[in-house]
């Protein structure tokens, strides 16, 4: 069975080291980002399960979140 991918994107290092330990741990596959541009980039080329962020203003959320949905289908 193919692990499920998952991007994170968030600014603060610590903090995105520490949610990619975690789902590594339960075996998710993980790619990261530390800003919403590199996170955008990121959803578009690859086949993503799931996107956790940190606080994004609307539009780049929402930017994130249709390039998420894009790669998925």
Same mark, same amino acid.
């Given at each position: 069975? +193919?692990?499920?991918?998952?991007? !994170?994107? =968030?600014? $603060?290092?610590?903090? *995105? +080291?520490? #949610? !990619?330990?975690?789902?590594?741990? $339960? %075996?998710? +596959?993980?790619?990261? @980002?530390? +800003? %919403?541009? $590199? %996170?955008? &980039?990121? *959803? #578009?080329? *690859? #086949?993503? =399960? =799931? !996107?956790?962020? %940190? &606080?994004?203003?609307?539009?780049? @959320?929402?930017? #994130?979140?249709? *390039? @998420?949905?894009?790669? @998925?289908?």
């Amino acid at each position: 069975m +193919d692990k499920k991918k998952i991007l !994170v994107v =968030e600014d $603060e290092k610590a903090i *995105a +080291d520490i #949610l !990619v330990f975690n789902l590594q741990r $339960e %075996g998710y +596959d993980t790619l990261v @980002a530390y +800003d %919403g541009a $590199e %996170g955008l &980039r990121r *959803a #578009l080329e *690859a #086949l993503l =399960e =799931e !996107v956790i962020t %940190g &606080r994004l203003p609307n539009e780049k @959320a929402e930017l #994130l979140a249709f *390039a @998420a949905k894009f790669s @998925a289908s």
